[in-house]
């Protein structure tokens, strides 16, 4: 499957932002997806996985009520809405569509990434 992450950009602490990753190649209603990011000098971190029906979420601790997974199989893409965002937010997120269809929160179950887009928070 191949995967297009976008809608990265510079906002300020406290504002919003919403990433989308378009999806090709593979039953995209089958697996599950997921996004991971990276900052500068860390390694790369789990955010938020739902399932393929979109039933079932996952989120990091650091991100659960501030960030929202979401997925519109007919559009095959999934999304990430941030909200109350922190200077440490900043980082090039990753969407990953997962082996499986259960929302998993290891890297291990995901086996396709995308390209990744940069997320700069600033104070």
């Known amino acids: 499957v191949q995967l297009q992450a976008f809608g990265g950009g510079l906002v300020q602490t406290g504002g919003s932002l919403r990433l989308s990753c378009a999806a090709s190649g593979r039953t995209f209603s089958t697996y599950a997806k997921g996004w991971f990011r990276q900052a500068p000098g860390k390694e790369r971190e789990f955010i938020a996985a739902i399932s393929g029906s979109g039933g079932s979420t996952s989120y990091a601790d650091s991100v659960k009520g501030r960030f929202t997974i979401s997925r519109d199989n007919a559009k095959n893409t999934v999304y990430l809405q941030m909200s109350s965002l922190k200077t440490e937010d900043t980082a090039v997120y990753y969407c990953?569509?997962?082996?499986?269809?259960?929302?998993?929160?290891?890297?291990?179950?995901?086996?396709?990434w995308g390209q990744g887009t940069l997320v700069t928070v600033s104070s």
């Open positions: 990953a569509g997962a082996l499986g269809y259960r929302a998993t929160m290891k890297a291990s179950d995901f086996d396709s």
